[in-house]
């Protein structure tokens, strides 16, 4: 297993923050990154009144390693690209943030980050590979204003999160 799922875990953790309910977040009731609808999925139930709550780290690390790291192939993966795509794919989805990789290393973007995809990002240097996927997850972040200007009030906090992302997992490579 790759060592940098806890040191990633932990970048993540501080990026998502705690507790928050803006009616303008499609994602809804959310704590420490997990949305209501993402926790009942995990556990297959309905969630209880107060127990977004009361989610803690403990709690939730399991839930991301499963439903995000796992499924961007986060141990193959390079260290500092391992965090920079498991990061976006907690924001934006596992499949998106695997076809952006696939886009970002020249790969078919079917979402499905197999043999082939991963030969190519072993062969293009990561910090190249972390500028094309940053540049990626910027223009996804602007048409998402651009289609829906209510969202703008977001877009600061995802520019902010992109350049954080992309320092942390670039100091990783060194």
């Known amino acids: 297993m790759n060592a940098n799922f806890d040191f990633s875990f932990e970048h993540l ?5 705690g507790y928050v309910w803006d009616k303008d977040d499609a994602g809804g009731e959310t704590n420490l990154g997990v949305t209501v609808g993402a926790w009942s999925a995990y556990l297959g139930r309905p969630i209880k009144p107060g127990e977004m709550k009361a989610l803690t780290k403990s709690d ?20 500092g690209v391992d965090y920079a795509v498991f990061d976006f794919a907690v924001n934006a989805g596992p499949g998106r943030a695997s076809k952006f990789l696939q886009q970002a290393v020249g790969a078919v973007a079917d979402g499905d980050i197999g043999p082939g995809t991963m030969a190519l990002v072993n062969k293009i240097a990561p910090t190249e590979l972390l500028q094309k996927f940053s540049k990626q997850k910027e223009l996804f972040y602007n048409g998402i204003v651009e289609r829906n200007q209510t969202q703008q009030k977001f877009l600061k906090g995802w520019m902010n999160r992109v350049s954080s992302v992309q320092a942390a997992a670039s100091s990783m490579l060194a």
């Open 60 to 79: 939730v690390k399991p839930f991301y390693k499963k439903m995000y790291w796992d499924k961007v192939r986060g141990d193959d993966l390079p260290k």
């Open 13 to 17: 953790i501080k990026s998502e923050g």
